[in-house]
């Protein structure tokens, strides 16, 4: 596909897109897996943007990972099995200069309590965190109480939790077992986010067979996955209770 065909093209896009080999574009457009169609597709119909702000963002935030914001304690509306649980949401300023855009763990500080705590995306390119009950009742924290956190994100990243129906297929596939190994902490963090935030139990299931079938074919990322919910609409923050 030739650039031309692409006229909502910006300036600085066009010129970054025409800066990539034609081989290696063409490569790119005809080569992208599709979860719908389960096999390579070609791209056809996009537009392209270049986001400086979001490239500077990056590099800021392997060079300063610590930081401090205020927000409230949110009381989540859906109270049921929430366990006595609160939340608090991350700043976008503060989520694009020292997060990534999908899930991501990080240390959180308030008060004399210290936590790791999964930073879940809000669909509008910030994040949001549990304050689980445990540190509530320590720091005698009350819901719509304005508070000051530190956060701090680890070089090392944790290996997220696997689904249970997937790790049972894992076990039961060497191959995909091994390439599940060979990708990085941050890809298997969106393979399981994506696994994670189908609504429907068959729906998750069918994903996890999905990622045995992707990684069994040498995918080391899941495609087709908005992990920041902004493109997709996908992610929000819980409901807060009046």
């Known amino acids: 596909m030739a650039i031309e065909s692409l006229p909502t093209f910006t300036k600085p896009a066009r010129q970054r897109w025409e800066s990539i080999p034609a081989e290696i574009r063409q490569r790119l457009l005809s080569n992208v897996w599709c979860d719908q169609c389960r096999h390579e597709t070609t791209i056809t119909n996009f537009t392209g943007t270049l986001n400086t702000t979001h490239f500077g963002a990056a590099r800021v935030a392997k060079e300063n990972q610590s930081t ?8 989540p509306r859906a109270a049921k099995g929430s366990g006595g649980w609160a939340f608090a949401r991350v700043p976008t300023a503060v989520s694009q200069s020292h997060l990534r855009r999908g899930r991501i763990t990080a240390r959180i500080t308030v008060g004399s309590s210290c936590f790791a705590a999964l930073m879940e995306p809000d669909g509008q390119l910030g994040h949001w965190f549990r304050i689980p009950s445990a540190v509530l009742k320590k720091e005698g924290l009350a819901f719509g109480q304005a508070v000051s956190f530190a956060l ?5 990243q944790p290996d997220p939790e696997l689904p249970s129906h997937f790790a049972g297929l894992l076990n039961e596939n060497p191959a995909a077992k091994a390439a599940w190994a060979s990708v990085t902490v941050l ?25 045995i079938d992707m990684l069994e074919h040498g995918k080391k990322r899941v495609c087709c996955f908005d992990p920041s919910g902004f493109y997709s609409k996908a992610f929000c923050c819980p409901d807060e209770s009046s």
Do not use: C, G, Y
């Open 187 to 211: 890809a298997r963090i969106d393979w399981v986010h994506w696994m994670e935030s189908a609504k429907q139990l068959d729906t998750r299931h069918k994903r996890a067979a999905a990622t």
């Open 152 to 156: 701090d994100v680890p070089s090392q």
């Open 68 to 75: 401090s914001f205020n927000d409230t304690v949110r009381k």
